[in-house]
């Protein structure tokens, strides 16, 4: 069974840019969760999306947005980049997300805002 | 607000020694807790995990977990550490019913042969 899968591995952009990072889940699983993890905060929940629903929405700008698409692959969007958006940016899946469902995670997306 | 502390930032230990990482967190209600460790250059992966039953959690390479409710605390053991446990470990919560994850800051832990 393939893991969670997610695209580009790595991304420059230069500030005021805008980046789109995808997530493809576990087959099966309908939950998606992205975080951010950075080195000064650790790994920050940003949204959790189930059958194309964010259900869940972390602390973040409206900068950070998401969506899900039928096939429950996912794509996460930040706008109007900046420095301090430079991070690994991680995907999660899970079945329906459920409380004590554990999270799978991809290798994640390394951003470097310059 | 939620939040999950990991008291110790590095760890180095000799081959054979003994582990335990420290894990509390801040929720009055019903949690799911977890222990995921990252190895160099590789994804998040669950050790184990505790929602309800037994507080003495087992989980994947020897590790194990105890639930102390009354302590608001979900401690990671390991009796006796490889080399190749060298890694980052996170603990995280899962408060009630809800979908995200609160992770600790994580633990970077150096076994030395």
């Known amino acids: 069974k393939a893991g969670v899968t997610q695209t580009p591995r790595y991304l420059i952009k230069t500030r005021g840019q805008q980046v789109t990072l995808s997530c493809s889940p576990i087959?099966?699983?309908?939950?998606v969760s992205w975080y951010q993890q950075t080195p000064g905060q650790g790994l920050q929940f940003l949204f959790e999306?189930?059958?194309?629903?964010?259900?869940n929405k972390g602390n973040f700008p409206g900068r950070f947005s998401g969506r899900q698409f039928s096939n429950s692959r996912s794509e996460m969007n930040v706008s109007t980049l900046e420095l301090g958006d430079s991070a690994l940016y991680l995907c999660?899946?899970?079945?329906?997300?459920?409380?004590?469902?554990?999270?799978?995670f991809g290798q994640g997306t390394r951003l470097t805002v310059v | 607000a939620q939040s999950v502390s990991q008291h110790n930032h590095h760890v180095i230990l000799s081959e054979a020694a003994s582990l335990e990482l420290g894990c509390n967190y801040s929720?009055?209600?019903?949690?799911?807790l977890f222990w995921y460790v990252q190895y160099p250059g590789q994804h998040l992966q669950l050790l184990l995990k505790?929602?309800?039953?037994?507080?003495l959690v087992k989980g994947i390479k020897g590790f194990e977990a105890e639930f102390i409710k009354s302590k608001f605390s979900f401690n990671l053991r390991k009796p006796s550490v490889q080399w190749s446990d060298t890694a980052e470990y996170f603990c995280?919560?899962?408060?009630?019913?809800?979908?995200?994850?609160?992770f600790g800051s994580g633990t970077r832990l150096l076994v030395r042969p």
């Open positions: 999660a899946s899970s079945p329906t997300g459920g409380a004590s469902l554990e999270a799978f």
């Open positions: 087959s099966g699983h309908r939950s």
């Open positions: 999306y189930f059958s194309e629903t964010q259900r």
């Open positions: 929720y009055g209600g019903t949690v799911n």
């Open positions: 505790y929602f309800s039953g037994d507080p």
């Open positions: 995280a919560v899962k408060p009630g019913s809800s979908y995200k994850l609160i």
